[in-house]
């Protein structure tokens, strides 16, 4: 069975400043790792994810996460946030085989300060 | 290309009624998920199907919660009868189960309130 931990239920930032997500797992078997966006009234969207090969991995909205299996860690960082940012974020782990059962996290939510 | 499409968007009823929520998914995904999002509780999977079948439904509450999925392009979840604490949004999921994707695509969610 897995189970995902994130840490931070809210996190709030000023404008154009760095943040880090905090995001742990554990797993008996090979996983699959993610982090989820939601926007107010909205339903989840995919960020990123980790399935294999770099363990550092990249959005297109300059978010990048590092996955870290000493630590069972999959940490979402961003250098520098704007405030269209501000969302609930979500980390979610998946076995990496046979069927195909996500859990999530509890969320963060993410507060950008102007 | 539609995504998820989930029915209805809100519903409101009384204590006792029957409640029937809808899922289209993406077509020519074969895994589907439905999640149930409460402030106090986060984001709970409830049950999901590979291929129409159920695979695992140890998150449904109780026996007055159960779902359908009779093809590959519908899925229904039912609250029989349904009570104050089932107010919730709930979101119907899909993917396509390989090895090299992974990724949940979600609607835009039911939003329930019982009275």
């Known amino acids: 069975a897995q189970s995902v931990t994130q840490l931070d239920s809210q996190v709030p930032v000023f404008e154009e400043a760095p943040v880090e997500l905090r995001c742990n797992y554990s797993?008996?078997?090979?996983?699959?790792l993610f982090w989820y966006v939601q926007y107010p009234n909205q339903g989840l969207q995919l960020l990123l994810k980790?399935?294999?090969?770099?363990?550092l991995v990249e959005s297109i909205n300059g978010f990048e996460a590092e996955f870290n299996k000493s630590q069972t860690s999959f940490h979402l960082r961003k250098p520098s946030v704007h405030i269209s940012d501000t969302a609930e974020y979500f980390c979610?782990?998946?076995?990496?085989?046979?069927?195909?059962?996500?859990?999530f996290g509890t969320g963060t939510r993410l507060k950008v300060l102007a | 290309d539609a995504g998820v499409i989930q029915s209805p968007r809100h519903e409101v009823t009384e204590m006792g009624q029957e409640v029937t929520l809808r899922c289209k998914p993406i077509?020519?995904?074969?895994?589907l998920f439905w999640y149930r999002q409460t402030m106090m509780r986060g984001l709970e999977l409830l049950i999901y199907?590979?291929?129409?079948?159920?695979?695992?439904d140890s998150g449904m509450p109780e026996d007055r919660f159960s779902a359908k999925m009779p093809n590959a392009s519908f899925s229904t979840l039912k609250i029989q009868p349904s009570e104050p604490r089932d107010s919730a949004v709930y979101f119907c999921?899909?993917?396509?189960?390989?090895?090299?994707?992974?990724?949940?695509?979600f609607g835009e969610g039911s939003r329930l309130t019982v009275l």
């Open positions: 999921a899909s993917s396509f189960g390989g090895p090299n994707t992974g990724e949940l695509f």
């Open positions: 797993s008996s078997v090979s996983v699959y």
């Open positions: 980790y399935l294999s090969g770099s363990t």
């Open positions: 979610a782990v998946s076995g990496s085989s046979g069927t195909y059962k996500y859990i």
């Open positions: 077509s020519g995904h074969n895994s």
């Open positions: 199907f590979n291929n129409n079948v159920p695979i695992d």
